[in-house]
């Protein structure tokens, strides 16, 4: 019995140990399905040592700058954020490296001068990617650290487009004073930052002192500006440096819609803040031949990388060149088409010609070079007559079935109206297997007459202030106004009204249709046969097109007062796309915009300085600024029968605060944050 006993407890003793084991593994093993790495890391990284030290001076032999952090991080987008001012020639080697970030300076460090490298918010710890913040290191070869600060904007000169990634860079007026014309094309900025996505750059480490600004597409990193096709911006302002105490709303949030508290933080302010910089390309730009090309017999194009005021000059060599082409050139000469008239130097299988023409030299200057080329068509005389042939076996082909189909039809309505006897069918039948034998013999007509081709403009949308342009392929040699008509229809008739039919200026294959037209109206174009002939012989066939116009009571009226002188100015109605819908010049302070599509549109204006009627860029070699631009800075709804009056004064907002938001193309990059998903943990 006692062993027994003692037996039954053991046995107790180890089931009951066998069930703890089991259970612990159980519930280890379900804890290893989700398991709990402890709260999120929500705190940035912190520099806890610099060599050299943040702010020291007479720095004079620093090769590398190394800043340690107290966790691990990272650098994003070094190449686009890091910016080192003044500026390296040689480009610094930066790497981050588990807790430290080094930067290696390549170029000699110049002396008495304050070196500042700017990451912005590139450094963020590894984990999380919470960021550092805005963060500028600094330290000097001289006695002192230089702590200025100017800011601003760069925007496209014709859209007010922020541009990301320009250089921004400053001199020193004592500077300009020696190298005043030259400067820019010759000597490194002095001091530099580089635009945000919104436009936004802060040119750091000052010396008190007066600047002027600059912006550069630097293409070739020598930050001069010795290319034409760099955009540049160019002010004659002169920034005084300064500073005053501020303070800084800051607002601390209890979650994504609710906030505890404001906090004011003081801060020194450095002035100026406000600089826009308007960033354009030149339009003379280095101008060379950039290709040559004949698509067909009787075309050849020549373009040219940059436009000028001179046509160039041809010398047939294998024919004469004198009358023998209709030049149809762009508005800048820069791409130029030239029609032959000839059929005898069109058929030539190349065409071999000398050409003179205005080209850069090295000395930038545009010079007289002369060229000689071979032009062979695309498309051969053996490749069009082919296609005739082709041609000619199909329509062959065609009139045949089409003769037999006629035949046989023609049999078969004999037979049913009873015509025939029997004698008659005898010899209808030898008519037949002759006709039959003979079906090779069908005489056939020439191919149909290929009559030229055109579009007609606005067409299917026509509004009252609006005209119908004629679009040719190719230069008409003759226009016979007494072949078109044009008619307005009262009551059930058309009747002939006034109309004229002249050659657009400037462009040699489009004319346009001009009336006086009304709403709720319906006209009629009828063009007949040959009404138009190109240089080639090809007339137009008859057409006949009905126009109808909308009802008043379809479209809304936009007056547009303005404050202030802007009778040099011209006004764009902008669609949703920032592109121009309508466009009118100022009068006596007045755009008035009528026939309008119901909508929601934009504004913009700029001056026309020169009274061409078309947005002009700058030219730094010549001290002009691009033609001033600006915006309406909140959207026009406009709906059916409504008459709108709106005032605008375009100087009333900073230029970088005028395009509005949702026609603005470069949206700015998200700000980085730090992520709060402990909070978010425990919503869950």
Known sequence: MRLTSISHKCLHSFLCALCMILCTCFFACARMGSPDGGPYDETPPKVVHTSPKFGAANETNVKRVTIEFDEIVKIENASEKVVISPPQLQQPEIEANGRRITVTLLDTLKPDMTYTIDFADAIVDNNEGNPYGDYAFTFSTGEQVD?????????????????????????????????????????????????????????????????????????????????????????????????????????????????????????????????????????????????????????????????????????????????????DANRHNDSINYWIKDSLIYNLDTLHMQIDYFETDTTGNLSITTDTLRLTSKITKEHLAREYQEAWEEWTKEYKQQVKAERRAAQRAEKENGQEDSKQDKDKDKDKKKKKKDSDDIEIPPLPEEFLSYKMSNIQSMDPDKNIDFIFEEPLDTVD????????????????????????????????????????????????????????????????????????????????????????????????????????????????FYFITPGTYYLRLFRDLNGNGVWDTGDYDHHLQPEPVYYYPEALTLKALWEINQTWNPTALPLAKQKPQKITKQKPDKGKTIKNRNAERQKR
């Open 147 to 327: 702590t200025f600060q100017v800011s601003g904007h760069v925007l496209n000169a014709e859209d007010l487009e922020p541009i990301k990634g320009m250089l921004v860079g400053l001199y020193k007026t004592d500077s300009l004073q020696t190298l005043p014309d030259s400067i820019f094309r010759t000597k490194p900025f002095e001091r530099i930052s580089r635009t945000d996505s919104r436009g936004h750059f802060v040119v750091k480490g000052l010396a008190p002192g007066h600047y002027r600004a600059f912006a550069l597409k630097d293409m070739n990193q020598n930050y001069v500006y010795d290319q034409r096709a760099e955009a540049i911006a160019f002010s004659d302002r002169i920034l005084s440096t300064s500073s005053s105490p501020d303070v800084r709303p800051d607002t601390v949030w209890h979650d994504s819609i609710h906030y505890d508290s404001i906090v004011y933080t003081p801060y020194t302010h450095y002035y100026p803040d406000d600089i826009v910089l308007t960033a354009f390309e030149s339009a003379l730009q280095d101008r060379h031949l950039l290709k040559s090309e004949r698509p067909i017999l009787q075309q050849f194009s020549l373009y040219f990388t940059a436009g000028s005021d001179t046509l160039p000059r041809l010398t047939g060599l294998n024919f004469n060149a004198d009358g023998a082409f209709i030049i």
């Open 481 to 592: 106004l007494s072949k078109i008509h044009f008619s307005i229809k009262v009551d059930t008739l058309f009747l002939p009204t006034k109309f004229l039919f002249r050659q657009v200026p400037g462009q040699i294959k489009t004319y346009r249709l001009y009336a006086e037209w009304e709403a709720d109206s319906t006209y009629q174009v009828e063009i007949d046969t040959a009404a138009f002939i190109n240089i080639y012989g090809k007339r137009s066939e008859a057409l006949k097109r009905t126009i109808r116009m909308r009802s008043l009571d379809s479209y809304s009226t936009l007056f547009v007062a303005l404050q202030g002188n802007w009778n040099d100015a011209i006004v764009q109605l902008l669609s949703g796309g920032d592109k121009a819908v309508k466009s009118i010049k100022v009068q006596n302070g007045h755009a008035d």
